[in-house]
């Protein structure tokens, strides 16, 4: 009986690691929490995007024959996040906090600054996390203007020169225009 | 049955041996605890009776001699396995629930195992979504370099460096065409 019971906790802790390990982000050194931003939806336009690792790399393997470098670039990646907020009168003040709040909680872990503009009408944050000095293991983007607020969080093996190289070659819409599209 | 009598409360060496081979309630082992303190020598009793409890717990039965062994043990020593098949004799022997409970848990385990397999997870809808988004967030990413670009241009080169060079140039100008009005007067 004892044995059995040995068993089953050993079991039971194996199911508790193998579910922690699909969903929680937080120990990934690229990861970023940018907080509740639902509760900050006003307007009509939110894009929401969250995938995953499993999904990445099935995108990335579907990708191989007609996107080579897409895929490339994505098998390395273990998360993409991505929110863009319509920016209204309700919501403006408590995005720009958020926006800051975000930028002081990455100095606060140590990540790397490459870009920071500071203007009239526009805030933009551009941190990158590295191990080494080739390697970039997470990219943060905030960034606000008039129109519409943008968080964005990179986890994985970062190209950031074949990421500029390849999303000028997308012939998609920018997020701005996908309206009401809503996960 | 020998009995022990310690500031009115009395105590068996039957009780005390018991909870030295951890076999005891829980009262009495409180009971224990509780006299142990106050009487040093019940303590070193029961230590005594606690050390004999160890020894004989590490003795397995294949290092007793046949001689010693009564028969159930030997029957036990006979019946000697390892521990996978101790594990699943045991859920052939003991009752449904435990073995129920072990076999449900199983389950969860492989399901959750294969729940990982990226293929069977997503449809092929789902990936082309995904795809699109991907492509969508790389494109946010890049056109948010493209405006700091812009804005390091018109900002700090023309605000910055450019506008303070002219200036300057202009005071140059100035200061050398009142030197030359000066010349010509």
Same mark, same amino acid.
């Given at each position: 009986?004892?044995?059995?019971?040995?068993?089953?906790?050993?079991?039971?802790?194996?199911?508790?690691?193998?579910?922690?390990?699909?969903?929680?982000?937080?120990?990934?050194?690229?990861?970023?929490?940018?907080?509740?931003?639902?509760?900050?939806?006003?307007?009509?336009?939110?894009?929401?995007?969250?995938? #995953?690792?499993?999904?990445?790399?099935?995108?990335?393997?579907?990708?191989?024959?007609?996107?080579?470098?897409?895929? #490339?670039?994505?098998?390395?990646?273990?998360?993409?996040?991505?929110?863009?907020?319509?920016?209204?009168? #309700?919501? #403006?003040?408590?995005?720009?906090?958020?926006?800051?709040?975000?930028?002081? !909680?990455?100095?606060?872990?140590?990540?790397?600054?490459?870009?920071?503009?500071?203007?009239?009408?526009?805030?933009?944050?551009?941190?990158?996390?590295?191990?080494?000095?080739?390697?970039?293991?997470?990219?943060?983007?905030?960034?606000?203007?008039?129109?519409?607020?943008?968080?964005?969080?990179?986890?994985?093996?970062?190209?950031?020169?074949?990421?500029?190289?390849?999303?000028?070659?997308?012939?998609?819409?920018? !997020?701005?225009?996908?309206?009401?599209?809503?996960? | 049955?020998?009995?022990? $009598?310690?500031?009115?409360?009395?105590?068996?060496?039957?009780?005390?041996?018991?909870?030295?081979?951890?076999?005891?309630?829980?009262?009495?082992?409180?009971?224990?605890?509780?006299?142990?303190?106050?009487? *040093?020598?019940?303590?070193?009793?029961?230590?005594?009776? $606690?050390?004999?409890?160890?020894?004989?717990?590490?003795?397995?039965?294949?290092?007793? *001699?046949?001689?010693?062994?009564?028969?159930?043990?030997?029957?036990?020593?006979?019946?000697?396995? *390892?521990?996978?098949?101790?594990?699943?004799?045991?859920?052939?022997?003991? *009752?449904?629930?435990?073995?129920?409970?072990?076999?449900?848990?199983?389950?969860?385990?492989?399901?959750? %195992?294969?729940?990982?397999?990226?293929?069977?997870?997503?449809?092929?809808?789902? %990936?082309?979504?995904?795809?699109?988004?991907?492509?969508?967030?790389? %494109?946010?990413?890049?056109?948010?370099?493209?405006?700091?670009?812009?804005?390091?241009?018109?900002?700090?080169?023309?605000?910055?460096?450019?506008?303070?060079?002219?200036?300057?140039?202009?005071?140059?100008?100035?200061?050398?065409?009142?030197?030359?009005?000066?010349?010509?007067?």
């Amino acid at each position: 009986m004892k044995h059995l019971i040995k068993l089953t906790l050993m079991i039971f802790a194996v199911n508790i690691f193998i579910l922690a390990q699909h969903k929680d982000y937080s120990k990934e050194t690229g990861y970023i929490d940018f907080g509740n931003l639902e509760e900050l939806e006003s307007g009509n336009r939110v894009v929401d995007v969250f995938l #995953e690792g499993n999904l990445l790399r099935l995108v990335g393997k579907f990708a191989e024959n007609e996107e080579p470098e897409l895929s #490339e670039v994505i098998s390395g990646l273990k998360l993409i996040k991505a929110k863009v907020l319509e920016v209204t009168r #309700e919501n #403006e003040k408590q995005l720009k906090a958020r926006v800051l709040e975000t930028e002081n !909680l990455l100095k606060g872990k140590n990540w790397s600054m490459l870009v920071r503009i500071r203007d009239v009408d526009e805030i933009i944050n551009v941190y990158i996390k590295s191990s080494s000095l080739d390697k970039i293991e997470g990219l943060t983007v905030t960034s606000i203007n008039k129109d519409e607020a943008a968080f964005v969080n990179i986890v994985g093996d970062i190209d950031l020169e074949t990421i500029g190289r390849l999303s000028s070659k997308f012939d998609i819409p920018a !997020l701005d225009r996908l309206n009401g599209h809503k996960r | 049955m020998k009995t022990m $009598k310690f500031n009115k409360t009395k105590l068996s060496e039957a009780e005390l041996i018991s909870s030295a081979y951890g076999d005891a309630n829980i009262f009495t082992r409180l009971k224990i605890l509780y006299l142990r303190k106050k009487h *040093p020598e019940l303590k070193a009793l029961f230590c005594e009776y $606690k050390s004999t409890a160890k020894l004989l717990k590490n003795i397995v039965p294949e290092d007793c *001699p046949d001689t010693l062994l009564p028969t159930s043990l030997k029957q036990n020593r006979k019946q000697y396995h *390892p521990y996978l098949i101790k594990v699943l004799l045991g859920l052939i022997n003991k *009752p449904a629930l435990p073995a129920a409970a072990f076999l449900i848990l199983i389950f969860i385990t492989l399901f959750s %195992v294969l729940k990982t397999s990226p293929e069977q997870s997503f449809s092929q809808l789902e %990936v082309e979504l995904a795809n699109k988004q991907v492509k969508q967030t790389l %494109v946010l990413v890049n056109s948010v370099f493209r405006t700091s670009t812009k804005q390091l241009r018109k900002n700090i080169l023309s605000e910055k460096v450019a506008n303070p060079i002219n200036e300057g140039m202009n005071i140059i100008e100035d200061y050398i065409k009142e030197k030359q009005n000066e010349t010509l007067n």
